[in-house]
């Protein structure tokens, strides 16, 4: 396992107080998907005063600091999210109670990009130039409103010279090297309605819905990996004593194979394509977002990555780390034959809640582990 130098050691010592602090200042921050701008005017303003040369801001508001970059073929990724899943414009509450930061986002992602901050001030101090150029990226849009804009977009911007990624987000000792691939869809109803006693027998948006919704959840599971359906939102009509002239329902389908996910996909819409024929109603069905899966990726290199993060991980954590599939940034690089990993090392509880909270004396621990796997890529 690669081993810290004592300077490494005594710099995240030194970290500690700051780091906390810098997590604090940032969950301050507002950030909701797309729109992050102010979170990233303050991570662009931190590098610069810390030295960095070359940061920006790119179109998608994602915060890009080179390291060594130019003219390189063979970069490597590490990244972390900014925004959060809350709407919220105004700073979100937080309290620090018995060793706890309690504040939605605290730890998704909000804690990562405070120890990429910190990452990247230690090699501009120490004028570490990678031989094959690094790329840190405090990115935009991770969350579901964000679609994944973000790291779209620097694969798009960076499209052939990324070599590795490793991206710092999750849950405490657990890595996501499978990336789900994802389809989500909106299904609109119109029927003709009325009243539900006089019109008794008129076409019900409702009645539509609901029979779609049960024909969806008896489609089978394709066989050969991991798949899920999943209809999260239904709402329709108005009245209980009114035909439903309208009817909306989200759904969202995943698997670990883009192949099996593209069964279910078919299968749903002969299911709405069912209806459709029978002419009683209007029925829309809208693509509203959607995630590639893992594709092209050596497993050669693959297994190198995972098995070195499964050392680091194991070397500062607690208990065994758990590999498993999920879905978020990783999701782009590794669907262009991209190989990588998203982990985590700090302890969060109550992710995508209100009641959000971090274990304060975890995110040492995570700056180590983050600092580890980045210095090990120098090798």
């Given at each position: 396992m690669y081993q810290l130098s004592q300077d490494a050691l005594a710099y995240i010592d030194s970290c500690a107080e700051e780091l906390i602090a810098l997590e604090k200042r940032l969950c301050q921050i507002p950030a909701p998907s797309r729109r992050e701008q102010?979170?990233?005017?303050?991570?662009?303003?931190?590098?610069?005063?810390?030295?960095a040369k070359g940061v920006y801001i790119d179109e998608a508001w994602n915060v890009v600091f080179p390291v060594h970059a130019e003219g390189s073929q063979q970069l490597t990724l590490f990244t972390a999210h900014m925004d959060t899943v809350f709407p919220d414009m105004e700073p979100m509450p937080m309290e620090e109670r018995d060793g706890r930061l309690y504040c939605p986002g605290a730890g998704d992602d909000t804690a990562s990009v405070a120890t990429l901050l910190l990452l990247a001030r230690y090699l501009i101090t120490r004028n570490i130039q990678p031989e094959k150029g690094f790329l840190l990226v405090c990115n935009s849009c991770e969350e579901s409103e964000g679609n994944l804009a973000g790291i779209r977009q620097i694969m798009k911007d960076y499209a052939g010279r990324i070599q590795e990624c490793y991206i710092f987000d999750g849950l405490y000792n657990q890595v996501v090297n499978w990336p789900l691939a994802v389809f989500k869809f909106k299904v609109t109803v119109k029927a003709e309605g009325?009243?539900?006693?006089?019109?008794?027998?008129?076409?019900?948006?409702?009645?539509?819905?609901?029979?779609?919704?049960?024909?969806?959840?008896?489609?089978?599971?394709?066989?050969?990996?991991?798949?899920?359906?999943?209809?999260?939102?239904?709402?329709?009509?108005?009245?209980?004593?009114?035909?439903?002239?309208?009817?909306?329902?989200?759904?969202?389908?995943r698997s670990q194979l883009n192949e099996n996910l593209e069964i279910l996909r078919q299968n749903f819409l002969q299911i709405v394509k069912k209806y459709q024929d029978q002419g009683r109603w209007e029925i829309q069905v809208e693509p509203i977002g959607s995630l590639p899966g893992k594709e092209g990726v050596d497993p050669?290199?693959?297994?190198?990555?995972?098995?070195?993060?499964?050392?680091?991980?194991?070397?500062?954590?607690?208990?065994?780390t758990i590999f498993r599939s999920g879905a978020g940034d990783i999701n782009i690089p590794m669907s262009m034959g991209v190989p990588g990993i998203s982990?985590?090392?700090?302890?969060?509880?109550?992710?995508?809640?209100?009641?959000?909270?971090?274990?304060?004396?975890?995110?040492?621990?995570?700056?180590?582990?983050?600092?580890?796997v980045m210095l090990s890529c120098l090798e």
């Amino acid at each position: 396992m690669y081993q810290l130098s004592q300077d490494a050691l005594a710099y995240i010592d030194s970290c500690a107080e700051e780091l906390i602090a810098l997590e604090k200042r940032l969950c301050q921050i507002p950030a909701p998907s797309r729109r992050e701008q102010k979170r990233a005017e303050f991570c662009k303003e931190w590098l610069e005063k810390a030295g960095a040369k070359g940061v920006y801001i790119d179109e998608a508001w994602n915060v890009v600091f080179p390291v060594h970059a130019e003219g390189s073929q063979q970069l490597t990724l590490f990244t972390a999210h900014m925004d959060t899943v809350f709407p919220d414009m105004e700073p979100m509450p937080m309290e620090e109670r018995d060793g706890r930061l309690y504040c939605p986002g605290a730890g998704d992602d909000t804690a990562s990009v405070a120890t990429l901050l910190l990452l990247a001030r230690y090699l501009i101090t120490r004028n570490i130039q990678p031989e094959k150029g690094f790329l840190l990226v405090c990115n935009s849009c991770e969350e579901s409103e964000g679609n994944l804009a973000g790291i779209r977009q620097i694969m798009k911007d960076y499209a052939g010279r990324i070599q590795e990624c490793y991206i710092f987000d999750g849950l405490y000792n657990q890595v996501v090297n499978w990336p789900l691939a994802v389809f989500k869809f909106k299904v609109t109803v119109k029927a003709e309605g009325g009243h539900a006693y006089l019109n008794f027998g008129n076409a019900s948006a409702v009645a539509c819905t609901a029979g779609m919704i049960h024909e969806i959840y008896q489609m089978k599971i394709p066989e050969g990996c991991k798949s899920s359906y999943n209809v999260g939102v239904w709402s329709g009509g108005e009245v209980p004593n009114g035909i439903a002239q309208h009817s909306e329902f989200l759904v969202e389908m995943r698997s670990q194979l883009n192949e099996n996910l593209e069964i279910l996909r078919q299968n749903f819409l002969q299911i709405v394509k069912k209806y459709q024929d029978q002419g009683r109603w209007e029925i829309q069905v809208e693509p509203i977002g959607s995630l590639p899966g893992k594709e092209g990726v050596d497993p050669v290199v693959q297994g190198r990555i995972d098995e070195k993060v499964r050392e680091i991980l194991e070397h500062y954590c607690e208990g065994k780390t758990i590999f498993r599939s999920g879905a978020g940034d990783i999701n782009i690089p590794m669907s262009m034959g991209v190989p990588g990993i998203s982990l985590c090392a700090y302890k969060v509880e109550g992710v995508h809640t209100r009641e959000e909270y971090i274990e304060l004396d975890t995110l040492q621990t995570a700056l180590t582990v983050n600092m580890t796997v980045m210095l090990s890529c120098l090798e």
